[in-house]
């Protein structure tokens, strides 16, 4: 009596396919969420770290300069040709006053270029991904009062009246604010469409709910957004 040896049917093989399919699927799904987080979570820390050197940055140019703020960035330095927006017509790219990124004097204090550039900044859907939407960078200074993403802000570190940067001892207390709720850089990433600011198709939370913001005493923290780039509680 001949032994022979019993294999699965094409139709078993199949069913475990499925079976394997599904559940596959369905762990997906769970860790998905789970890792999208876990990257975000990374991404806002690597954020928060800049930040600090920023404020770390911030007050250095303080300490050297008799504790006065740095001035305007200079206008017209071209910085590149991108798209704008993607996809669209080529242009040329130059400095605006808050493209600090290129300021001679506050940039020699940040060495290292990546700091001024958010892990948030997007996939490239606007003006290209490498260099922030042709500006070079995502942090805004809070230094100026005319400049449309600082609207609900107060004038920060710019004087408008005298028209120069005020000093610390100055922005302490103005307006019944201490330096340490008072904004002086944030960050903007430009990941349109996932939120905007009215009449601009600039997203201001690029982390969560909020974004990380630099305060008059050096230090750096997440806040939730309220309207505009301005936080809930400011």
């Known amino acids: ?6 294999g699965f049917t094409l139709i078993e093989l199949l069913v475990v396919i499925a079976i394997i399919a599904i559940l596959a699927a369905i762990l997906a799904a769970i860790l998905f969420p789970v890792f999208a987080q876990a990257r975000e979570r990374a991404r806002m820390s690597a954020c928060l770290s800049h930040g600090k050197q920023l404020g770390l940055a911030t007050m250095m ?3 050297d300069h008799s504790g006065r703020l740095p001035n305007y960035a200079p206008e017209g330095v071209p910085l590149g040709i991108f798209e704008s927006p993607k996809g669209g017509a080529k242009v040329q790219f130059t400095s605006r006053r808050w493209s600090f990124r290129v300021h001679p004097g506050f940039s020699r204090y940040l060495k290292d270029d990546k700091i001024w550039i958010c ?10 991904k490498r260099y922030a939407y042709g500006y070079l960078q995502t942090w805004i200074p809070n230094c100026q009062h005319d400049v449309a993403v600082s609207v609900g802000f107060d004038t920060g570190w710019w004087d408008p009246v005298n028209d120069r940067p005020r000093t610390l001892t100055e922005l302490d207390g103005l307006n019944g604010r201490g330096l340490s709720q008072r904004v002086m850089w944030y960050c903007v990433v430009l990941n349109w469409p ?6 601009m198709d600039l997203p ?11 305060h008059g005493d050096g230090h ?10 301005v936080p809930k509680d400011y």
Do not use: C, F, T
């Open 204 to 214: 201001l939370k690029p982390h969560r709910e909020g974004s990380i913001y630099v």
């Open 220 to 229: 750096a923290r997440y806040r939730e957004v309220g309207n505009g780039a």
């Open 1 to 6: 009596m001949s032994m022979r040896s019993k």
């Open 119 to 128: 892990p948030s900044r997007g996939n490239g859907q606007y003006y290209g």
């Open 61 to 63: 140019y303080v300490d």
């Open 194 to 199: 996932d939120s905007s600011m009215p009449g």
